[in-house]
């Protein structure tokens, strides 16, 4: 009987027991660089943000990046094709929270901090500095996604709930232009993380879902979603899940 019932658990013990576990908060980093085509020095900003990502990607960081195209620069030559008046007036946004000047490459740094596009050294000890701070002022994400046809079905929901604002971007993971005007006229230019469809909701509940149209220009495959969660009252961005 003894040994009936040690080969019982032991069969038992072979068979994992599935317990649904909850994501942790964690630091997440949310760079988002406010670029445009039309601009000179934007090309190494462009460049610094596909490496750091990259590089993040590999290690298994969490530090996600953000392409937003400014419309501004469209009068002077060349027309990009990923700008949109609404990225700039976010881009003005950040500017009047954090008394700055509008300008490009500005990269935001967790909705905190802003520096020149290009300043890889302040990039990286900012980025530092949040990997170190408190797990507990961030907030966990559970995200997910269904792609059907034209559209993405985006599903979340949050570890708490709090004075935040969702954001759903649809980014193109990579885009190689061949500029013709303007002072990048010439030049074949790379962009990473290009946002192409971008939503927000304020006070949201614990869960939500958002619908993501692809444009016709795009395919599945070219796409990726970054969920992030940024406080309504200091902008602050204290949560954040890729999607792929």
């Not at 039309?38 to 462009?46: E, F, I």
């Not at 290009?118 to 507990?136: E, M």
């Amino acid at each position: 009987m003894i040994h009936l019932l040690s080969f019982f658990i032991s069969v038992v013990g072979l068979f994992p027991t599935h317990k649904s576990v909850k994501p942790a908060p964690q630091p997440v980093v949310v760079l988002e660089l406010f670029t445009s085509q039309g601009c000179s020095s934007c090309p190494p900003a462009d460049k610094l943000l596909q490496e750091i990502t990259q590089r993040a990607a590999q290690s298994g960081q969490a530090i996600y990046g953000l392409s937003f195209h400014v419309d501004y620069w469209n009068r002077l030559g060349w027309n990009d094709p990923f700008s949109a008046k609404s990225y700039t007036d976010r881009q003005r946004q950040y500017d009047r929270l954090l008394k700055s000047q509008t300008y490009t490459p500005q990269l935001v740094i967790n909705g905190q901090q802003e520096v020149i596009g290009g300043q890889r050294g302040r990039i990286q000890q900012a980025i530092q500095t949040i990997q170190q701070q408190s797990a507990s002022s961030f907030v966990a994400i559970e995200a997910s996604l269904k792609k059907q046809g034209s559209q993405i079905n985006v599903s979340y929901g949050l570890s708490d709930t709090g004075p935040y604002r969702i954001n759903v971007a649809l980014v193109q993971k990579e885009a190689h232009t061949a500029v013709k005007n303007g002072e990048n006229g010439g030049r074949t230019l790379v962009n990473t993380n290009v946002v192409r469809q971008f939503k927000t909701q304020d006070n949201p509940t614990k869960s939500g879902t958002a619908t993501l149209l692809i444009p016709s220009d795009l395919t599945t495959d070219q796409t990726a979603v970054l969920v992030y969660v940024q406080r309504t009252d200091n902008q602050q961005i204290v949560g954040a899940k890729l999607l792929q």
